[in-house]
């Protein structure tokens, strides 16, 4: 009987540690937060036009710039990427929701 | 022995649900999930509204990028801090864990600091809430998410005191790592904001 129940504790902190093993380091973190700067500082150096002329190709930069850091910060700091894949599900469906009902929105109102 | 073993179950598996994920963080989640609705709303509004001055001075006309754009790193840079404080606690650092609570906490006030300046600032060029549409679409949105701040420093706070009256340990760490979930989401919404808002060139 001890030894059915020592097995089911261990096996139980063992998924506890499986958890934690798919978060990223500290290292990590801190090389995704440089990351994460670097395109701040990028998107910033975009506003300063008399330095460069982004011309066309602002909008489309910024806009990427910002899915990947959206994507940055999901994935990473909120762990989407190591958490079970239904979190992801319950996240993207409340922004392809919003994504999808303001863009209605937008364009009923002649936004673009 | 099943009793035994039942028991063993419920003493250490903690996420013991059909879905093998906690209901409080399941319900973060879908909170979060709704929250992306709330926010779409507001940015729609004020992309609607940002160019309807009535003749008077729009908030795109005052924005101050180099100011925001530090305050956007403030806020960017408090995610890290916290996504430390839950790998600390998830070591079993728990004094290290509530410093960079704490730090998460003292950089979310800074945000809102710099938030009131601007809003001050703005106030003092005339704009106010009601000034016109483009106005009010601006600080609603951008008071909306001040105050999703705010509430996230108090969640911060409460767990910075539970830690050092000793009621946060690493068996916690869940707990930290909602709150977390809730901060990082605050810090996207302003990822988002800070784009279409104030980079990208009002027509």
Not at chain 2, 31 to 43: K, N, R, V, Y
Request: with cysteine; hydrophobic share 50%.
């Amino acid at each position: 009987m001890s030894e059915s129940a020592t097995d089911t504790a261990v096996g139980a902190d063992d998924t506890d540690d499986d958890d934690h093993a798919h978060h990223p380091s500290d290292a990590e973190y801190i090389k995704i937060a440089l990351v994460l700067a670097l395109i701040t500082g990028v998107e910033v150096f975009t506003y300063f036009e008399s330095v460069l002329d982004w011309g066309a190709f602002l909008i489309p930069s910024l806009m990427v710039m910002m899915v990947v850091k959206f994507w940055l910060v999901a994935r990473m700091f909120m762990h989407l990427k190591a958490d079970k894949p239904i979190l992801s599900q319950f996240f993207v469906t409340g922004i392809v929701m919003a994504v999808a009902v303001y863009m209605v929105t937008l364009l009923a109102f002649n936004f673009f | 022995m099943s009793t035994a073993t039942a028991d063993t179950h419920t003493e250490h598996d903690p996420h013991a649900t059909n879905t093998g994920i906690s209901n409080t963080k399941l319900a973060m989640w879908l909170f979060l999930g709704t929250e992306c609705l709330l926010f779409g709303g507001l940015i729609s509004t004020y992309l609607l509204y940002k160019t309807r001055g009535n003749g008077k001075t729009l908030p795109t006309d005052i924005f101050d990028i180099p100011f925001t754009s530090v305050s956007s790193f403030v806020l960017l840079m408090s995610s890290l801090t916290m996504v430390l404080a839950l790998s600390a606690l998830q070591r079993g650092d728990v004094e290290r864990s509530r410093g960079w609570l704490l730090t998460t906490a003292m950089l979310g006030g800074v945000f809102v600091g710099g938030q009131v300046y601007e809003f001050t600032s703005f106030y003092r060029e005339g704009i106010g809430f009601t000034t016109n549409p483009a106005s009010s679409a601006f600080f609603t949105l951008t008071g909306f998410h001040g105050v999703h701040v705010s509430l996230g420093i108090l969640m911060l706070m409460s767990l910075v005191v539970a830690s050092m009256q000793g009621r946060l340990k690493p068996q916690n760490a869940e707990t930290v790592e909602i709150v977390g979930l809730y901060w990082h989401f605050v810090d996207i919404v302003w990822i988002f904001i800070f784009t279409v808002i104030y980079l990208i060139p009002a027509e």
